[in-house]
């Protein structure tokens, strides 16, 4: 069974801290994706990672950065913490675009900024 | 741009009772589609997908799903609801194949009374 683990379930931080939240996954996926769950507002994709070192925004990428030196982690780094980025962030994984494949996703980890 | 648009916040059923949970989306292109499920406290569970072939898609816990071109649409059903459906259900559409990003739609509620 493919296995996506994220390194918290829950963390809290404070405003102005800088948080790293670590993805890890099992089954030498090259694709990494990194959402964001809202209420009310569904996932939305921060960023992804195509390859190791590569990476490409998504829709709301504005006050995150993000990490793949090898290929089965990726790291989300909020540079300063800010208290709307409390939220649940869901990291997933899949093979490269062409197979008929899916997306695996982690448990999540729900970040509360104070 | 790709959207999904699940018309109902929340959704109240008894046990037992039939379930269809709705789904359109907004693609020119045929739309790579999926259902997940996410339990309280839980990650997100793919309960099934539509890449190209048979519209209807049967789908994991008794659920399936008809792709309908003409109506953009791929409504979630169920013949008949147990306690343990109530959740939160995501639709969600990728571009290229399903291994690029994927744009959810904002989530139904689904409650089971008795």
């Known amino acids: 069974d493919v296995k996506v683990t994220q390194s918290s379930r829950y963390l809290v931080k404070r405003t102005g801290e800088k948080v790293f939240l670590e993805c890890v996954q099992d089954m030498d996926h090259e694709n990494m994706f990194w959402y964001r769950q809202d209420p009310g507002l569904g996932l939305r994709l921060i960023y992804f990672?195509?390859?190791?070192?590569?990476?490409e925004k998504g829709d709301i990428p504005e006050g995150y950065s993000v990490s793949r030196e090898k290929k089965e982690r990726f790291s989300l780094i909020l540079e300063s913490a800010s208290t709307n980025q409390t939220s649940m962030y869901l990291c997933a994984s899949s093979r490269p675009a062409g197979l008929e494949d899916e997306q695996y996703f982690g448990p999540g980890t729900r970040l509360t900024v104070t | 741009a790709q959207s999904v648009t699940q018309p109902d916040i929340h959704i109240t059923v008894s046990e037992g009772a039939s379930l269809e949970l709705r789904c359109n989306y907004s693609?020119?292109?045929?739309?790579?589609l999926f259902w997940y499920v996410q339990s309280p406290g839980q990650g997100l569970q793919l309960l099934l997908k539509?890449?190209?072939?048979?519209?209807l898609v049967q789908g994991i816990k008794g659920f399936e799903a008809e792709f309908k071109r003409s109506q953009s649409s791929f409504n979630l059903r169920k013949p008949s609801v147990h306690w343990s459906d109530a959740a939160e259900y995501f639709c969600a559409v990728a571009e290229l194949s399903g291994n690029t990003p994927l744009v959810f739609g904002k989530g139904t509620r689904l409650s089971v009374i008795a």
């Open positions: 990672s195509y390859d190791v070192k590569m990476k």
């Open positions: 693609y020119g292109a045929t739309p790579y």
């Open positions: 539509y890449f190209s072939g048979d519209t």
